[in-house]
């Protein structure tokens, strides 16, 4: 059974850093699609994608502008997969998800199959 559970995430400063895990359970990223996405908290928004791959590596950015600012990588393994959010803002407040699917495809929820259940990241100005 594939499952991901995300941790690390918390409150920080205006221009500070935190790094967000993503625990692989019953596969490896090695051949699975990754994507983080965010939820801000205001009724009606919907998922923003962060950082997403495809199954064979490829790297892309969703709508959220994080460029620059937001890295992906992963342990030697590959069972573990990070989110590296660097000079973060107000606007990145949001609950962060982890999500993986076997194919991936686009930096879209509707893409992914398999979900965490989400850590915050509250960032005070």
């Known amino acids: 059974e594939v499952d991901v559970v995300e941790s690390g995430g918390g409150s920080v400063q205006a221009g500070g850093s935190l790094r967000l895990s993503c625990a692989a359970s019953?596969?490896?990223?090695?051949?699975?699609?990754i994507g983080w996405f965010r939820k801000p908290q205001a009724p009606g928004t919907e998922f923003e994608g962060v950082l997403c791959t495809n199954n064979d590596g490829t790297l892309y950015y969703g709508d959220s502008v994080v460029k620059g600012r937001f890295t992906l990588s992963f342990d030697s393994a590959k069972t573990t997969a990070y989110l590296q959010m660097n000079r973060l803002e107000p606007e990145d407040t949001a609950v962060y998800y982890c999500a993986v699917d076997d194919l991936g495809g686009a930096c879209w929820a509707s893409y992914f199959e398999d979900w965490g259940q989400g850590t915050q990241v509250t960032v005070s100005s």
């Open positions: 019953g596969f490896s990223f090695d051949n699975y699609a």
